[in-house]
Each structure stands twice: as structure tokens, then as C-alpha cells.
């Protein structure tokens, strides 16, 4: 993953006031444990308006679904609820080839109370200019439980250290 890709991408959402949060390997890197991880985990309002204007700061980077269909029909929530029920899809993956080594992985739902989680979401700064917010340790600790794979079981241990020495 290439930094000045996460610049793109970031800048692109906050010039589109998209509400997102940031999870997975990269909210565990800023939080404190650094591993390598080769996608890039949002959570973002699931409102028709916030949607819309993240789809379309996606497409304008060239970004497109993994899976066959059109971009845009992420933005209807009955599709997202039959790809969620019928389909066990949690996340749907974009790839460009503008961005080769940065896929993009919307989660399906919203995983958490989104308005609550937002409102005390740790703020992280990539550039002077470009700052995003991500998921609190103890929700990162729940999502990842919730996915139960080795290298979120080896995060979570990892997440519990940072935040009981933050408790210190």
C-alpha cells in the first residue's frame, strides 16, 4: 500500500463530506501495533446521500467491484441487505488499476452505532491537510472478534496490550 494512494483516497472522501471510519490494519496501525495489511477497511454512513457521494469519489479514482456488478448499486440497501443475507458478504471490495496495491473494502452494514462511534472516534492526521477518524480500540476489538480469523485474534491481543497500557 502506498501512502500517497491513502491520500488520494482520503482526500477524495473529505473533499465529498463522506462520513467514514476507518478499521482493520490500518486502524490497527495507527493505534499502535504495525503490521502489514494490503487493503483499506471503511465503515461509512449508510445514509442515500453520504453513499452516493462515496461511490462517486471511488469511481473517479477508477475504483470498481471486485465482484461482477455496477458500482452504483451498492447504493441501494435492499441489494446490500440481499448480498448480506443471501450472499454472507460483509464487505464490498473495489480495486483500481490506477491503485493496484490498494483494494477497498466497504463493509455492507454498519457493524456498530455509526453517529455514537463517530462522535468518539480517535482522529488521526495523514498529512498537515488530510485527516481521518477511526474506529476506537474496543470496537476494533469487537469487529474483530466478530471476524475471528488468526491475524484478528493476533490484533486483538495486540489492542488489549496498547489499551491497557493506555490505561496506565
Known sequence: MK???LETIFNA???ADVKYLVAGGIAVN???YQRLTADLDLVIQLDSTNIKNAIDSFKKLDYSPIVPVDIHEFTDAKKRKD???NKNMQVFSLQS???PETTIDIFITEPFDFEGEYKTAAHAELTPDISFHIVNIPTLI??????GRAKDIDDIEHLKMILENNND
Not at 142 to 147: G, R, S, V
Open 3 to 5: 501512502l500517497n494512494t
Open 13 to 15: 472522501l473529505n473533499q
Open 30 to 32: 495507527v493505534h499502535g
Open 83 to 85: 448480498w448480506f443475507e
Open 97 to 99: 488499476p490506477q491503485h
Open 142 to 147: 469487537l469487529m474483530k472478534q466478530l471476524a
